[in-house]
C-alpha cells in the first residue's frame, strides 16, 4: 500500500508542475507557506482581541467609538423567531378576505395576482404539483408553500420577520395571520371561509409534512 507521508492535503495528479522532478517538493513548500502566513494572520488576529477584550460593551464603544447597546424594547421587536410546533406564534387573528386585499395592496407587485407569474417567487402550487424529489436546481420554480413547506407556521414567520421585501417588519399580527390564511387558501390547503389564530395556524398539516425528516445521523461529525 501506498502511504502518504505528507502533506495532509492531496491534491490531483494533474495539478503538479509537469515536466518537473521536484513536483511534489514543490507542492509541499506552497503549502508550508499558506500554512504560516494563515497562522501569522489568525494568531495576531486572536492576540489582537485578547488585548482588547472586545467582546465586551463598554470596550467596543472604545475601540469603534460608536453604537450603544440595544434596549430590551428594540430586542424585544427583532425577537420573533416562530417555531414549526407553532412555539412564539403571537396572539391575533386574520381571514382570508382580509388577507386577499391585503396581498393585492403589498404583495401582488412582486410575486404576481394569485400567487403566480411575478417578478419573484412562485407562492402557490399548480394543480396536482408534486413534490420536487431529487430536483436540487429549479429553486424557486418548483419549491412553493403548497409543494415544498412542510410547516404552515414557517409561512407566518416567514411573512412577519421578512415581508413584503421592501417594507419587512410593517405587518401587524394581524395582517401576518391574514395574509398566512390567504396563501394557504391559494393552495388549497384551507376553505376561503376560515379565520386563522396560533391554535388553528398550528394545526394544519401542510402536503409537504411527510417529506422531511430530522437528521438523526450518528456515524458522521455533527455539523452545525
Ligand atoms: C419588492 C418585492 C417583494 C414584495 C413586495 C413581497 N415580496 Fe415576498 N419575496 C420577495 C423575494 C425577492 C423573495 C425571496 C426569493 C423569492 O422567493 O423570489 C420573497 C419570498 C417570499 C416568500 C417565500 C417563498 C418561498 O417559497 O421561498 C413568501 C412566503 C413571501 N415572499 C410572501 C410575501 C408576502 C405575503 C408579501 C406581501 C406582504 C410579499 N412577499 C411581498 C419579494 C417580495
Redesign the pocket.
Known amino acids: 500500500m501506498n502511504e502518504i507521508k505528507y502533506p495532509a492535503i492531496i491534491i490531483p495528479q494533474s495539478q503538479r508542475t509537469k515536466g518537473d522532478l521536484n513536483g511534489d517538493k514543490m507542492t509541499l513548500d506552497l503549502y508550508i507557506k499558506i500554512i504560516m502566513i494563515y497562522f501569522a494572520l489568525f494568531t495576531s488576529g486572536l492576540s489582537y482581541a485578547e488585548q482588547n477584550e472586545i467582546n465586551t460593551n463598554d470596550n467596543i464603544d472604545v475601540l469603534f467609538n460608536f453604537g450603544r447597546p440595544a434596549t430590551t424594547e428594540e430586542i424585544k421587536k427583532w425577537d420573533l423567531d416562530v417555531r414549526p410546533d407553532g412555539t412564539g406564534l403571537p396572539l391575533g387573528k386574520g381571514s382570508v378576505k382580509e388577507?386577499e386585499i391585503?396581498?393585492a395592496a403589498?404583495?401582488?407587485?412582486?410575486?404576481g395576482i394569485n400567487g403566480k407569474g411575478?417578478?419573484?417567487?412562485?407562492?402557490v402550487a399548480d394543480e396536482g404539483e408534486e413534490f420536487p424529489q431529487g430536483i436540487i436546481a429549479c429553486g424557486?420554480e418548483c419549491?412553493?408553500?403548497g409543494n415544498?413547506?412542510p410547516y404552515a407556521t414557517t409561512?407566518y414567520d416567514?411573512?412577519l420577520r421578512?415581508?413584503?421585501?421592501?417594507?419587512p417588519g410593517s405587518?401587524t399580527f394581524n395582517?401576518?395571520y391574514a395574509?398566512?390564511a390567504?396563501?394557504l387558501y391559494l393552495n388549497k390547503i384551507v376553505p376561503d371561509n376560515i379565520t386563522l389564530s396560533a391554535s388553528s395556524l398550528k394545526e394544519i398539516v401542510m402536503p409537504a409534512h411527510d417529506k422531511f425528516v430530522p437528521d438523526d445521523r450518528l456515524e458522521y461529525n455533527e455539523v452545525h
Open positions: 388577507g391585503l396581498y403589498k404583495c401582488a407587485f412582486c410575486h411575478g417578478i419573484n417567487g412562485r407562492l424557486f419549491r412553493t408553500i415544498y413547506w409561512l416567514y411573512i421578512s415581508m413584503p421585501m421592501n417594507a405587518l395582517e401576518v395574509l398566512s390567504y396563501l
